[in-house]
C-alpha cells in the first residue's frame, strides 16, 4: 500500500464571499481496496434516545485541503494540530467523535501518527474518571465499561483505570478503545480547547497507514462513547471562530476542500439545490428522502428505498441486500449485452467454455451453493472487479437518485464502475486496471434507521454543502476541485496490495521461465496473453485484501 506524505497547504480566496476563506487540503488514505466501505458506526448513545444509535462519521470561512480518494484509498483526510503534533484524520460526516492514537496504543498502526502527551505544546492530559468531565452513572452506559469510578459511577478506561473510558464500536466489528484526553488542536490555523477519545488499543482493521484517526463531523447527540462530548467542529462554531453553522467540502479524484463557515461557489457550476435535513425527530445524521431511482431515464421501483444519509466517511452508495438484488435483477433483465454481466457460457477460439462459473469456483471456493456461484459469476457481486474497456462502461445505462425539492443526483457510468489498477502479474509487468461495481449491500441496513448511505461514489461528483443553520443539504455539480495528483509516496511504506488472482494459467507461467527475455518470449506472452483475454473476457478477480 503506498501511503502519501501530508503537506498542509492554506490558501487565500479572493471575492467578496470570501473574506477570510482558508482552504484545507483533504488528502487521500491508503486501505485495503477490500474494504471499499466503511460500515456503519456504533457509539452508545445517551439514554434520551433509549437505543443504540449507529454512526456511520462574522463571514469567516474556514477551508482546509482534503487529501484522498476512493478506490483504492478509499477515505479523505486532513492533518490537524493536537498539542502542535500533526496528526491524520479522517473527515467523516457519517459520526461526530474526534479520536486519535495515543503513543502509548498497544496495537495501533505502527508507522502511523501517535499524540504524545508528554511533548505536547501547551497544557495535555487525561481526563481523570473522577472529574466533573467524565459523565456521572455512565459505567453501566454500555457492555465495554468494566472498570468505574466508586465516587461518581463513571466508565473508566479499562487501559487507564484512572482515567475517563472511551469506547467506541462499530457495525464491521471493528472498534476502539481508550481515555478521554483534553489539549489544544489546530485547523488552519485555528486553535482551540478541544477534549477527544485518547485511543490506547484498536482492532486490526480500525485503521491502516497514513490515516491515524477520525474527524467526525455529525451532529453532537454521537459523540458520546459513553461520556459525550462537543465535536470539533461544534466547538469551534460555539467559541465565535466561523459565524456560520456551515460547512461543504469537494472530493477528487485524489484529493479536495473542507470549507468551514460557508461554501465556496468557486467550487461548483450553477447554484446549490437544497433538500430539508430528514432528522426522524433526534438530530443525528445529514438524513435526507429518497423519492425513487432512474435506471436509463426510467423509473424502478426499489424495495427499502426511502430514506438514507449524506457521509463522506463511506466510500460507496450502500443500500440494503433487497435492493442490491433488485437492482441487479433489473441490469441483468436490460443490459445483458454488456460482457460479464450475466452471460455465463462465452466464445473463444479454443471453443464454448464455462469460463465464469470456473472463475467464481475459485474466487469463492467450492463450499458455495449453485446459486451463491452464479451470483459471483457477474461483476454485479459485492467484492469482484472485471476488466471492461469504455465500450462496456458506456453500454450502460445512467442512474439517476431522486431527492426532495426535484433535485436530483445523476451518476453516470463512468462515476458508479470505479476505477482500480493493480500491478500485472504478467513477466513484463505493468499496470491492470479493473472496473468495480460503486454500489454495495449491507446486511441489516433497513433495520438501522436508514435504507441507504450516500457516500463518495456520489458525492465525488458534487459539492456538498451541510447547511446546520437551515437544517438542509445542497448539491451542485462540482469544478475546479483540487486534485493532488502529483502527491508523494513516503519512503519505507508497503506497496499496494496486489491482487489473488494472477492473470496467466501456472503451466504457462512456469514454462515462460524457461525462455530467455528475447524475441520468442515475447512471441509466447502475447499469443498467450491473446488467448486469455479472449477467452477470460473479463478476467474476474476478487478485490485484493
Known amino acids: 500500500m503506498n501511503s502519501i506524505l501530508l503537506v498542509v497547504v492554506l490558501v487565500l480566496v479572493s471575492g467578496s464571499y470570501s473574506s477570510n476563506l482558508i482552504h484545507l487540503d483533504m488528502h487521500r488514505r491508503d486501505v485495503p481496496s477490500s474494504r471499499l466501505f466503511n460500515h456503519a458506526r456504533r457509539p452508545w448513545a445517551p439514554p434520551s434516545t433509549q437505543a443504540p444509535i449507529k454512526a456511520l462519521r462574522t463571514n469567516h470561512l474556514s477551508a482546509q485541503e482534503l487529501k484522498g480518494s476512493i478506490v483504492p484509498l478509499g477515505e479523505y483526510y486532513i492533518t490537524l494540530l493536537f498539542g502542535g503534533q500533526p496528526i491524520n484524520v479522517q473527515v467523516d460526516t457519517g459520526s461526530s467523535t474526534i479520536a486519535v492514537p495515543l503513543l502509548q496504543c498497544v496495537n495501533c498502526v505502527q508507522n502511523n501518527h501517535r499524540f504524545d502527551i508528554s511533548k505536547a505544546v501547551g497544557e495535555a492530559g487525561l481526563i481523570p474518571c473522577d472529574s466533573s468531565m467524565c459523565r456521572p452513572n455512565s459505567c453501566s452506559?454500555?457492555?465495554?465499561?468494566?472498570?468505574?469510578?466508586?465516587?461518581?459511577?463513571?466508565?473508566?478506561s479499562d487501559l487507564a483505570p484512572k482515567a475517563c473510558g472511551f469506547y467506541l464500536?462499530?457495525?464491521?466489528?471493528?472498534?476502539?478503545?481508550?481515555?478521554?484526553?483534553?489539549?489544544?488542536?489546530?485547523?488552519?490555523?485555528?486553535?482551540?480547547?478541544?477534549?477527544?477519545?485518547?485511543?490506547?488499543?484498536?482492532?486490526?482493521?480500525?485503521?491502516?497507514?497514513?490515516?491515524?484517526?477520525?474527524?467526525?463531523?455529525?451532529?453532537?447527540?454521537?459523540?458520546?462513547?459513553?461520556?459525550?462530548?462537543?465535536?470539533?467542529?461544534?466547538?469551534?462554531?460555539?467559541?465565535?471562530?466561523?459565524?456560520r453553522d456551515v460547512f461543504s467540502h469537494c472530493l477528487a479524484d485524489q484529493g479536495?476542500?473542507?470549507?468551514?463557515?460557508?461554501?465556496?461557489?468557486?467550487?461548483?457550476?450553477?447554484?446549490?439545490?437544497?433538500?430539508?435535513?430528514?432528522?426522524?425527530?433526534?438530530?443525528?445524521?445529514?438524513?435526507?428522502?429518497?423519492?425513487?431511482?432512474?435506471?436509463?431515464?426510467?423509473?424502478?421501483?426499489?424495495?427499502?428505498?426511502?430514506?438514507?444519509?449524506?457521509?463522506?466517511?463511506?466510500?460507496?452508495?450502500?443500500?440494503?441486500?433487497?435492493?442490491?438484488?433488485?437492482?441487479?435483477?433489473?441490469?441483468?433483465?436490460?443490459?445483458?449485452?454488456?460482457?460479464?454481466?450475466?452471460?455465463?457460457?462465452?466464445?473463444?477460439?479454443?471453443?464454448?467454455?464455462?469460463?465464469?462459473?470456473?472463475?467464481?469456483?475459485?474466487i469463492n471456493g467450492p463450499h458455495l451453493n449453485s446459486s451463491e456461484r452464479a451470483e459471483a459469476s457477474t461483476w454485479f457481486s459485492p467484492g469482484v472487479c472485471a476488466r471492461l474497456d469504455d465500450k462496456d462502461?458506456?453500454?450502460?445505462?445512467?442512474?439517476?437518485?431522486?431527492?426532495?425539492?426535484?433535485?436530483?443526483?445523476d451518476l453516470e457510468p463512468d462515476d458508479y464502475m470505479l476505477h482500480y489498477e493493480s500491478e500485472s502479474r504478467l513477466p513484463l509487468g505493468g499496470k491492470v486496471v479493473y472496473r468495480c461495481m460503486g454500489i454495495s449491500p449491507l446486511?441489516?441496513?433497513?433495520?438501522?434507521?436508514?435504507?441507504?448511505?450516500?457516500?463518495?461514489?456520489?458525492?465525488?461528483?458534487?459539492?456538498?454543502?451541510?447547511d446546520r443553520e437551515n437544517e438542509r443539504v445542497g448539491f451542485a455539480e462540482a469544478t475546479n476541485c483540487p486534485d493532488q495528483s502529483a502527491t508523494?509516496?513516503?519512503?519505507?511504506?508497503?506497496?499496494?496490495?496486489?491482487?489473488?488472482?494472477?492473470?496467466?494459467?501456472?503451466?504457462?507461467?512456469?514454462?515462460?521461465?524457461?525462455?530467455?527475455?528475447?524475441?520468442?518470449?515475447?512471441?509466447?506472452?502475447?499469443?498467450?496473453?491473446?488467448?486469455?483475454?479472449?477467452?477470460r473476457l473479463r478476467d474476474y478477480s476478487s478485490i485484493p485484501r
Open 393 to 409: 462502461i458506456n453500454a450502460l445505462p445512467a442512474i439517476s437518485i431522486l431527492l426532495d425539492n426535484g433535485v436530483t443526483l
Open 256 to 362: 479536495g476542500t473542507l470549507v468551514l463557515g460557508g461554501s465556496n461557489p468557486d467550487l461548483y457550476r450553477g447554484h446549490l439545490q437544497y433538500v430539508p435535513i430528514a432528522h426522524g425527530g433526534v438530530k443525528l445524521f445529514y438524513g435526507v428522502r429518497l423519492q425513487g431511482v432512474k435506471i436509463g431515464g426510467k423509473t424502478v421501483k426499489l424495495p427499502y428505498f426511502t430514506s438514507g444519509i449524506v457521509d463522506s466517511g463511506t466510500t460507496v452508495l450502500v443500500v440494503t441486500k433487497a435492493t442490491y438484488k433488485a437492482l441487479r435483477t433489473y441490469f441483468q433483465s436490460n443490459y445483458c449485452h454488456v460482457r460479464g454481466l450475466c452471460v455465463v457460457y462465452q466464445k473463444s477460439r479454443i471453443g464454448e467454455v464455462d469460463i465464469i462459473r470456473k472463475e467464481a469456483d475459485e
Open 443 to 466: 446486511e441489516g441496513l433497513e433495520h438501522m434507521g436508514n435504507e441507504a448511505i450516500i457516500g463518495n461514489t456520489v458525492l465525488k461528483k458534487y459539492y456538498v454543502e451541510y
Open 169 to 243: 464500536s462499530y457495525a464491521d466489528q471493528s472498534g476502539v478503545g481508550g481515555a478521554l484526553a483534553v489539549a489544544d488542536v489546530e485547523i488552519a490555523n485555528i486553535k482551540v480547547r478541544q477534549a477527544f477519545g485518547a485511543v490506547l488499543g484498536e482492532t486490526d482493521d480500525f485503521e491502516v497507514n497514513n490515516v491515524d484517526g477520525i474527524f467526525g463531523m455529525a451532529y453532537p447527540l454521537l459523540a458520546c462513547n459513553p461520556t459525550c462530548v462537543k465535536p470539533l467542529f461544534d466547538t469551534i462554531l460555539s467559541e465565535g471562530l466561523v459565524e
Open 488 to 535: 508523494k509516496v513516503a519512503e519505507g511504506e508497503p506497496s499496494q496490495a496486489q491482487p489473488e488472482k494472477g492473470l496467466l494459467p501456472k503451466w504457462l507461467l512456469q514454462t515462460l521461465t524457461f525462455f530467455s527475455i528475447g524475441v520468442w518470449a515475447y512471441i509466447i506472452l502475447a499469443c498467450a496473453s491473446e488467448s486469455i483475454s479472449r477467452q
Open 141 to 156: 452506559a454500555t457492555g465495554q465499561c468494566t472498570t468505574c469510578s466508586q465516587k461518581t459511577r463513571a466508565c473508566c
